[in-house]
């Protein structure tokens, strides 16, 4: 019992603490996430054009179909690796800082499931 009183006094606060910082760092990776991800969005949107002015339409301009080939040539295509170059390049802090967010995360749940064993022994 001795123990875990002590091991509550030296990890609790900093338990407590991590765990406020790991629901800071969530929102964070949440609100990163929706920014990659529109981005990617915007980055490929010219393919998606591409393919879709590519596509079978009805005579009222609707499309009709969109044939695999068209898709799989647009996708191995330069202009789609353009795409992606442009987006990584133009977002790779962004992307940086998500991976190091998510790094840290997981570094933060391993402290505090150690200081959590640690005071259950």
């Known amino acids: ?3 875990a009183i002590a ?10 603490l991590t765990d406020k910082s790991l629901k800071g760092t969530k929102e964070a990776l949440e609100t990163l996430l929706a920014y990659l991800g529109r981005s990617l969005a915007d980055a490929v949107s010219p393919t998606v054009d591409r393919i879709l002015a590519n596509a079978t339409k009805t005579p009222e ?16 295509g330069e ?8 987006f990584v390049n133009s977002d790779i802090e962004e992307m ?3 991976r190091n967010l998510v790094h840290a995360r997981v570094k933060a749940n391993q402290i505090v499931t150690t200081a959590m064993r640690s005071q259950g022994s």
Do not use: C
Not at 7 to 16: F, I, N
Not at 66 to 72: A, G, H, Q, S
Not at 79 to 84: E, G, K
């Open 1 to 3: 019992m001795v123990g």
């Open 7 to 16: 091991a509550y006094h030296k990890y609790g606060d900093r338990t407590e």
């Open 61 to 76: 301009g609707e499309i009709k179909e969109v044939r695999p080939d068209t898709i799989t040539r647009e996708l191995q």
């Open 79 to 86: 202009a789609f690796f353009d795409d992606i170059s442009s």
């Open 96 to 98: 940086l800082f998500y």
